[in-house]
């Protein structure tokens, strides 16, 4: 049986977001994705039962890896503007950092300033060698972004589920995290 190690809840900071876990006892995802007139993820037209399972899911996944997706909010108005973090469910490749926005956050460069307060607390405080960002390759936006955060292509994973998607790997901003990037180009 699996048993992680218990759970802590971190918060990430950054210029203008707090990143915090939604499975923090303190957290309300109700009321920040699942009361009706919430707002809804870009790109998905989920009914509001798929939101629950998936919300379940991302705070489930906190409980059985010691990490997952953090609630994104904007610091000066406290809305919340989506969930960044590392992902790594059954049947992926490796653990992968993920972002997805709600309605209206889109080309803010949320996603960029959450992904980059991420991957430095990946780095930092959980010592990861590496993580990797699944993007379809149709996702312009999404590999601009992966592009933006210094993460090369390495190759392509295939899911039964949502097809081919580009690998993009990340690595620490230090010297040996780079020349190992400049081994892979």
Not at 8 to 21: D, F, H, M
Not at 88 to 115: M, V
Request: proline share 6%; glycine share 10%; charged share 25%.
């Amino acid at each position: 049986m699996m048993r992680p190690a218990p759970l802590s809840y971190p918060e990430i900071t950054t210029e203008r977001l707090r990143l915090v876990c939604p499975a923090a006892p303190d957290f309300d995802a109700t009321v920040a994705y699942l009361m009706p007139g919430a707002r809804r993820f870009i790109n998905q037209n989920p009914d509001e039962d798929s939101v629950w399972w998936s919300i379940a899911t991302i705070i489930g996944h906190w409980h059985l890896r010691g990490y997952g997706h953090f609630a994104v909010i904007e610091k000066a108005t406290g809305i919340h503007v989506g969930l960044v973090g590392p992902w790594f469910p059954k049947g992926w490749p490796e653990p992968e950092l993920s972002w997805q926005l709600l309605e209206g956050s889109g080309g803010k460069g949320y996603a960029s300033e959450a992904a980059r307060g991420v991957l430095d607390w990946l780095f930092r405080d959980k010592s990861w060698a590496s993580c990797i960002s699944l993007v379809q390759e149709h996702d312009a936006r999404s590999s601009a972004l992966v592009e933006r955060l210094g993460a090369r292509a390495e190759g392509v994973f295939h899911h039964k589920m949502t097809g081919d998607m580009r690998i993009w790997r990340h690595l620490p901003k230090t010297k040996a995290g780079r020349k190992l990037l400049e081994g892979l180009a």
